[in-house]
T-cell receptor, first 110, second 114 residues
């Protein structure tokens, strides 16, 4: 059974701070890793993809991957109230089907 | 460039009825996956269609079936609806031959079973 673990939160951070979202996964065959943002009542939106160990930066978002530790994280710099959403971690293994975690709820307060 | 579209947006059905949900993939994509998302949970994989065939299936009963058409659009059918089938049904499209395996979701169909 492939497992993806995320702290459900809510994670509350002040506006302008760095939000750190973490995810661990059980499938050692996972090769690709995705972060989705889901606003309440809406569908998930792909915001970051990472395929190799290390950091990948895109604007205010940085994804970090450590395959040896089976750990992937998402950092959001200069958090804004509009970043308030649920963030879903989704690794993909050999089946090419992503396995989703339950997501972490992020609240950015002014 | 049209994204993934789904219809209908909302649907209310009675227990025991049957429902059909529809999805058109993003332009250039050839693969459609269906997910069920209950409140407070992550999306759960139902099945994936590629070249008009079911390529993979998740842990869902045979009441859930699907189809993919030559234009890559897809349908999800659920028979003998149960109260527990109430959820957000998501369609995601991707390019199987692409190297990234990125999936893009449609807006979803909210199904309520009463």
């Amino acid at each position: 059974q492939k497992e993806v673990e995320q702290n459900s939160g809510p994670l509350s951070v002040p506006e302008g701070a760095i939000a750190s979202l973490n995810c661990t996964y059980s499938d050692r065959g996972s090769q690709s890793f995705f972060w989705y943002r889901q606003y309440s009542g809406k569908s998930p939106e792909l915001i970051m993809s990472i395929y190799s160990n290390g950091d990948k930066e895109d604007g205010r978002f940085t994804a970090q991957l450590n395959k040896a530790s089976q750990y992937v994280s998402l950092l959001i710099r200069d958090s804004q109230p509009s970043d308030s959403a649920t963030y879903l971690c989704a690794p993909i293994g050999g089946s090419y089907i992503p396995t989703f975690g339950r997501g972490t709820s992020l609240i950015v307060h002014p | 460039d049209a994204g993934v579209t789904q219809s209908p947006t909302h649907l209310i059905k009675t227990r025991g009825q049957q429902v059909t949900l529809r999805c058109s993939p993003k332009s250039g994509h050839d693969t459609v996956s269906w997910y069920q998302q209950a409140l407070g949970q992550g999306p759960q994989f139902i099945f994936q269609y590629y070249e008009e065939e079911e390529r993979q299936r998740g842990n869902f009963p045979d009441r859930f079936s699907g189809h993919q058409f030559p234009n890559y659009s897809s349908e999800l059918n659920v028979n003998a609806l149960l109260l527990g089938d109430s959820a957000l049904y998501l369609c995601a499209s991707s390019l199987l031959s692409g190297a990234s395996y990125e999936q893009y979701f449609g807006p979803g169909t909210r199904l309520t079973v009463t």
